[in-house]
């Protein structure tokens, strides 16, 4: 099994890395100055950590999407590109403590999307009939449907963010209305703050399994996991099945601390399923941990247990200086 060097690239944190039908991995992740969207490529993982990263998109200098631009993610859907992100009209926060953020959706159709930033489109905000904090959308296809998922406060529900899931009428709006899929309830999920967000889609051995993450972004964030049968209705919330337990967390024996936001590629050789997340290795963060720039991207290779689960074991250690 392919051993990757870890991190595999320092200070990016929400990462995501898509393998697309050309050959290249294409990676983008927030940016610790929380201000624009790059993508980086490689034909091979190792190789986005020194590939050269392509600005495509840049903050507004007023509105909406002007402060605070998190967690990008590129999908490749019906021929063109789009990178959902979150991003807030302030850096203040709500009479709730909370941040502002709504999502937003950016579209190319050019085949290469690297190429300019003109070739980028905004479609605006992506609307889901709660006016409410929401970010870490990702999208995935089911029985020639697309579905959209994401994390956003409901105001009655206890707590920063909830899981959600709608059918897309077209990759920037939302068919049906959102049908919450989890809330933070466990103990593990609600340590700093009450989180349930970054979520990530695979389907193997006839299910689907979304990850998430949850607690505040310090050594206590964790990874959690849902699971449904792929011929069962995914917009039926009874239909999943949540796990009690984390399923990804820290490893105090190896300084890997509060391991999340992750996503899922597939390895070099077209077969090997690879669990790609952000990881801190100190604890001791000075002031807000949201401005401590060193959750650095990781990846690693993960199995299966025998019940057709994921086995995503413990995050790796460095393996550099």
């Not at 049908?179 to 695979?202: C, H, R």
Request: net charge negative; glycine share 6%; aromatic share 14%.
């Amino acid at each position: 099994m392919t051993v990757y060097t870890n991190p595999l690239i320092v200070q990016r944190a929400d990462p995501y890395i898509y393998k697309h039908t050309d050959g290249y991995y294409y990676f983008t992740a927030s940016v610790p100055a929380y201000n624009l969207i790059e993508i980086r490529r490689a034909k091979t993982l190792e190789g986005l950590a020194h590939a050269a990263p392509r600005t495509i998109w840049r903050k507004h200098e007023s509105g909406p999407m002007s402060q605070l631009i998190w967690a990008p993610e590129i999908h490749y859907i019906d021929g063109k590109w789009f990178i959902y992100f979150a991003a807030a009209e302030t850096t203040a926060l709500d009479k709730n403590g909370m941040f502002q953020h709504r999502m937003f959706c950016i579209e190319c159709d050019n085949p290469d999307p690297m190429r300019s930033e003109d070739d980028w489109t905004e479609h605006g905000q992506v609307k889901t009939g709660m006016d409410s904090f929401s970010l870490d959308a990702t999208c995935f296809e089911a029985n020639d449907k697309l579905y959209y998922v994401w994390a956003q406060k409901d105001p009655a529900i206890k707590g920063n963010s909830n899981l959600y899931i709608a059918e897309m009428e077209n990759p920037w709006t939302l068919k049906t209305k959102p049908v919450m899929l989890s809330k933070p309830e466990f103990d593990w999920e609600t340590i700093g703050f009450w989180v349930n967000e970054g979520p990530a889609v695979i389907h193997r051995n006839g299910r689907f399994f979304l990850t998430y993450s949850a607690s505040a972004t310090d050594e206590h964030y964790a990874m959690g996991m849902l699971s449904i049968p792929d011929d069962q209705d995914l917009l039926d919330a009874s239909n999943w099945t949540k796990s009690k337990k984390p399923v990804f967390q820290s490893d105090m024996a190896t300084h890997q601390y509060g391991p999340g936001h992750n996503s899922f590629t597939i390895g070099e050789d077209g077969k090997t399923d690879i669990l790609v997340y952000h990881c801190r290795d100190y604890t001791e963060i000075k002031g807000d941990p949201l401005y401590d720039p060193n959750r650095h991207t990781k990846v690693q290779a993960f199995t299966w247990n025998d019940d057709g689960t994921p086995n995503f074991g413990k995050p790796v250690p460095y393996n550099y200086d």
